[in-house]
């Protein structure tokens, strides 16, 4: 067995094959996806990710709803994507860097892979990050879990040993990190997107859960009004209504603490516990901005 690839250990069948070459974003790249589930939409698959859920990812494959629009997080990555990777070359001239096509796996053609790189034996992911929030040590494989399930779903597909993740955070810090296939995961990832697409075969739809992409979906099905009313139950008035008031008295409780926080803060940049962060002072013009709250939390 070699160490570029995995083909010893599966079937010809369960190798990959080229679907074709597509510009990220494309009407081309979204309808080579739109059968499928690519490394980016696996994550929601599994409810890990923090942009799209399974409930919306779920509607968007069944044209319910429309594609993604692209944010400004997005577009600025795909901006820096080329200098990452470029970056990445320069550190490591061991192996030409190729723009990667779009693939899948012959035997289970919705199962998709859209790398940024091919390095050699190994692939290249190009990320960028607003903070470190979720990035361990560099050299590790401690980076956000969305990112990993990407990293293993392209590693499944095209039966490589590993991927690499150049990441720029705020805009001038570079990292590098390392994901190693892991069987017993890409398992699951298989098993959860087998079981996805047969829900959408079958019609049946996820559960409405509280991730902000399920309420934008949810907000998105109806076409026009009809001036009527609609009868709901008690229980679910109820519920609603108990969601609101807590909500309400959590962000009185929010703003109070983020005022004792600020307060604290003074003219810092950071509060930190232990040297790990906890919240992150902006200021424009000289005053407070805002605070935005680590990613990452846990309480001692």
Same mark, same amino acid.
């Given at each position: 067995? $070699? ?22 974003? #494309? ?28 409930? #919306? &990812? ?45 693939? /899948? ?24 990050? *607003? ?8 050299? $590790? ?5 969305? =990112? ?25 810090? =570079? *990292? ?23 829900? &959408? ?5 996820? @559960?409405?859960?509280?991730? $902000? ?15 009527? @009313?609609?009868?709901? $139950?008690?229980? &679910? *008035? @109820?519920? =609603?209504?108990? /969601? ?17 926080? &600020? ?7 950071? /509060?930190?516990? @232990? ?26």
């Amino acid at each position: 067995m $070699t160490d570029t690839a995995l083909a010893g250990e599966q079937s010809p069948a369960a190798g990959p094959v080229v679907v074709g070459h597509f510009e990220p974003g #494309s009407e081309e790249w979204h309808a080579a996806r739109r059968s499928g589930i690519g490394g980016s939409e696996i994550a929601a698959v599994l409810g890990i990710s923090p942009y799209e859920s399974r409930f #919306s &990812l779920w509607h968007r494959k069944q044209g319910l709803i429309s594609p993604v629009e692209e944010t400004e997080e997005m577009y600025w990555g795909k901006v820096h994507e080329p200098a990452i990777c470029a970056r990445f070359a320069e550190l490591h001239p061991e192996h030409p860097l190729n723009v990667a096509p779009t693939y /899948a796996v012959a035997a289970r053609r919705w199962q998709i892979a859209n790398p940024d790189r091919i390095w050699g034996p190994d692939l290249l992911e190009a990320k960028t990050a *607003r903070t470190a929030d979720g990035w361990g040590t560099e050299g $590790t494989d401690e980076i956000p879990v969305h =990112y990993r399930a990407q990293c293993l779903q392209y590693l499944d597909v095209l039966q490589r040993r590993r991927c690499h993740l150049a990441v720029l955070i705020a805009g001038s810090e =570079y *990292r590098e990190y390392v994901v190693e296939y892991d069987p017993a995961e890409a398992q699951i990832l298989r098993d959860a997107g087998a079981e996805f697409m047969a829900s &959408l075969a079958a019609g049946a739809r996820p @559960d409405i859960d509280g991730h $902000t992409a399920t309420y934008q979906a949810i907000k998105a099905l109806p076409d026009g009004i009809d001036d009527i @009313d609609v009868p709901i $139950t008690a229980g &679910l *008035r @109820d519920e =609603y209504f108990a /969601a609101l008031d807590t909500a309400k008295a959590a962000e009185e409780q929010k703003r109070r603490l983020a005022g004792l926080v &600020l307060d604290e803060i003074g003219t810092g940049h950071r /509060a930190v516990v @232990d040297r790990q962060i906890v919240a992150t002072r902006t200021v424009h013009d000289g005053r407070t901005h805002s605070l935005q709250p680590a990613r990452n939390r846990s309480a001692a």
